[in-house]
């Protein structure tokens, strides 16, 4: 168990140190920074405007349902954060194994004493890693101004929709380290990454299409569907399990492909 840790550490921290020094990781994460800046002012104004237009209605004699400013700003914002990222993440995953196949380094890799299945989840680990540090600023703005309503926001609330983020990001990067592995070109990797990701984005509006048993199955699927039950305050265990479950399906096969190279080698 030591040994395995050891080997762990050992991965992650090797991947880690390589995002922090590469520069087109730093030229993602301004972009991301920026665009969710931009996002976050743009949705802080539409629901401040909307809120004041419905307290006018408000005085002048017109019912109007009260609005949680604040969560409504966080369900959105944390909408709109899901979608950013299905153009980021493929872009995080692109180099994790595909670069080593172009390096010649995959083989060695394989070959080592470190097992395969600890490679992946100590890259996987080290990918992911970087992308929460990309939403600290993000959450902090954030608790920044949404703390501050009258009466106050559960930072709880906050934190949890974040873990949900987390918890998307690491399925789709999961999935993204098998198309890495499956390829030596890095654009394809983040190209057939974004279209796999896509493809169970949009499985909610399937099933809206559909009934009865592949609808069930379809909604049961869907990413999008799974994450707005989580940003919305509904903490479930099929969800959780969904997404554990596309983690682990990522993991094994990028183990199973990774093994199969290091065979055809040998």
């Known amino acids: 168990m030591r040994v395995a840790w050891a080997n762990f550490v050992a991965i992650y921290r090797k991947e880690l140190q390589g995002y922090f020094a590469t520069s087109l990781n730093y030229v993602i994460a301004a972009v991301y920074w920026f665009m969710a800046g931009v996002f976050y002012i743009i949705l802080f104004n539409v629901v401040q405007t909307n809120v004041a237009a419905q307290d006018m209605q408000g005085q002048a004699g017109l019912s109007a349902p009260p609005v949680d400013v604040p969560a409504v700003i966080l369900e959105n914002y944390l909408g709109m954060l899901a979608s950013l990222s299905l153009f980021i993440l493929p872009l995080l995953s692109m180099n994790v194994f595909a670069q080593e196949r172009q390096q010649g380094t995959l083989e060695l890799l394989a070959t080592s004493p470190i097992t395969t299945t600890m490679v992946t989840v100590g890259k996987l680990a080290g990918v992911l890693t970087f992308f929460v540090t990309l939403l600290l600023p993000v959450m902090f703005y954030e608790s920044l101004t949404l703390l501050q309503a009258e009466p106050p926001f559960s930072l709880g609330l906050i934190l949890l929709g974040h873990g949900a983020l987390v918890l998307l990001a ?15 070109s890095t654009l394809l990797a983040a190209v057939g990454t974004f279209a796999l990701i896509l493809l169970l984005w949009i499985l909610q509006a399937v099933a809206d299409r559909v009934s009865g048993v592949p609808a069930a199955i379809f909604r049961h699927l869907s990413l999008l569907q799974n994450y707005t039950n989580l940003i919305q305050g509904s903490v479930s265990t099929a969800s959780l399990v969904l997404f554990a479950s596309y983690v682990i399906l990522g993991v094994f096969l990028t183990v199973q492909w990774v093994d199969g190279l290091r065979f055809q080698r040998s």
């Open 170 to 184: 690491a399925a789709i990067l999961s999935l993204g380290l098998f198309v890495s592995a499956t390829t030596e």
